[in-house]
């Protein structure tokens, strides 16, 4: 599992080196990056905080190795709760105060604004959860996190189909296509969510 979600990283995660390399190695300003050359600040800390958000919170769901290391899980929540919410918070940063890049529309800044929202309150709630000691609603919220966090990847393979048959999508088709990811991430995060038997919630130490 933590392989398949790394490798479901790869391509935001590459990007996002490419985009901070533009920006720390004086790269031609172009009208696609002029926006992140103008405002850096809040695109490198999405993209930091996006990789070890999704490299990092991979080795989450590896429940052999977190039973080798009991302590890992909880040193890496401490990380990840913060570089998640940066994350968030800064994708819906861009999304309000960016200029729209090629593709963009009002319809997909307001998706963003919804899944950004989303998954900010996810990571809020889990964290809240297991403040409670309240473990089994810690892991659904947490995934649900994680699984809006991973969109990017997933939205490789949604635009990759329609792109080999029908060419570059226009405005109203990127957007659906960039909500085709998060919805079918979040779908995913349903199905692990739910996929076991409903049990009365956990608490440490009950």
Not at 96 to 109: E, I, M, R, T
Not at 129 to 148: L, N
Not at 187 to 193: F, I, K, L
């Amino acid at each position: 599992m933590p392989a398949m979600l790394i490798l479901l990283s790869a391509v935001p995660v590459v990007a996002g080196a490419v985009r901070l390399t533009e920006l720390t190695g004086g790269a031609e300003i172009t009208p696609e990056n002029a926006r992140f050359f103008a405002v850096p600040l809040p695109v490198v800390l999405h993209i930091v905080s996006v990789s070890v958000y999704s490299v990092l919170g991979a080795f989450q769901f590896a429940p052999g190795f977190r039973r080798r290391r009991p302590g890992w899980h909880r040193a890496a929540g401490r990380v990840l709760v913060p570089s998640g919410l940066v994350a968030a918070l800064t994708g819906l940063w861009m999304t309000v105060f960016y200029p729209y890049p090629v593709g963009g529309s009002d319809l997909l800044s307001g998706i963003r604004l919804v899944f950004g929202t989303a998954m900010a309150l996810a990571i809020v709630l889990g964290f809240a959860a297991i403040r409670r000691r309240d473990v089994v609603r810690h892991r659904a919220w947490m995934i649900r996190g994680y699984a809006i966090g991973l969109g990017a990847g997933t939205q490789v393979l949604t635009h990759l189909p329609w792109v080999l048959v029908f060419g570059a999508p226009g405005e109203v088709a990127t957007a659906l296509l960039m909500a085709a990811g998060w919805v079918i991430n979040v779908a995913v995060a349903e199905w692990a969510v739910r996929r076991r038997p409903a049990v009365r919630a956990v608490r440490l130490g009950s």
